[in-house]
T-cell receptor, first 111, second 115 residues
Framework: QKEVEQNSGPLSVPEGAIASLNCTYSDRVSQSFFWYRQYSGKSPELIMSIYSNGDKEDGRFTAQLNKASQYVSLLIRDSQPSDSATYLCVALQTGANNLFFGTGTRLTVIP | DGGITQSPKYLFRKEGQNVTLSCEQNLNHDAMYWYRQDPGQGLRLIYYSQIVNDFQKGDIAEGYSVSREKKESFPLTVTSAQKNPTAFYLC????WGTGITYEQYFGPGTRLTVT
């Protein structure tokens, strides 16, 4: 199993809907997780980090961590066309400060 | 403005030439990293440095070299030994130490094309 696995998509949602992005992880990662957004041709931008079991909300974004099931998700409420990007699920390697990157899920928000 | 700068944005080189990519940060971060990204693939770690004058190989260090003479700067040299150098190169930085969160922040990237 890869350390971090994402559904590569693509995922399409209509404007105003909730977009749900999911990620599973292996035992090789620690309990620190990050979601990055990457627009085409640009560098990744950190949008959320989560370290504790449960939900963390920041504006339209909610990150969810379920340690028992080893998955982490990102919900985007009221999706906008400007949210169209690739979203990277990233986890910290256990015992190090290196990151494991998922291959990303491409999200398209349809106006 | 605090941030990470990379230059140049686009770089074209002939096969067999070494090329150096610049990365500078003014975030006062101790750790700096180099990644490459290929189309449809995740980021792969080339080298990282946690402190001045020290650096470690990542997953794909062959054909690359780095230096860390200043805290703010972490240049990457792509040598002629790198078999497939055309890629998008990303530099990142983070805090480093006990009890911190290791959030990495990325520069804008350099797109290298070797023909």
């Amino acid at each position: 199993q890869k350390e971090v696995e994402q559904n590569s998509g693509p995922l399409s949602v209509p404007e105003g809907a909730i977009a749900s992005l999911n990620c599973t992880y292996s035992d090789r990662v620690s309990q620190s997780f990050f979601w990055y957004r990457q627009y085409s041709g640009k560098s990744p931008e950190l949008i959320m980090s989560i370290y504790s079991n449960g939900d963390k909300e920041d504006g339209r974004f909610t990150a969810q961590l379920n340690k028992a099931s080893q998955y982490v998700s990102l919900l985007i409420r009221d999706s906008q066309p400007s949210d169209s990007a690739t979203y990277l699920c990233v986890a910290l390697q256990t015992g190090a400060n290196n990151l494991f990157f998922g291959t990303g899920t491409r999200l398209t928000v349809i106006p | 403005d605090g941030g990470i700068t990379q230059s140049p944005k686009y770089l074209f080189r002939k096969e067999g030439q070494n090329v150096t990519l610049s990365c500078e940060q003014n975030l006062n971060h101790d750790a700096m990293y180099w990644y490459r990204q290929d189309p449809g693939q995740g980021l792969r770690l080339i080298y990282y440095s946690q402190i001045v004058n020290d650096f470690q190989k990542g997953d794909i260090a062959e054909g690359y070299s780095v230096s860390r003479e200043k805290k703010e700067s972490f240049p990457l040299t792509v040598t002629s030994a790198q078999k497939n150098p055309t890629a998008f190169y990303l530099c990142a930085s983070s805090s480093w130490g006990t009890g911190i969160t290791y959030e990495q922040y990325f520069g804008p990237g350099t797109r290298l094309t070797v023909t």
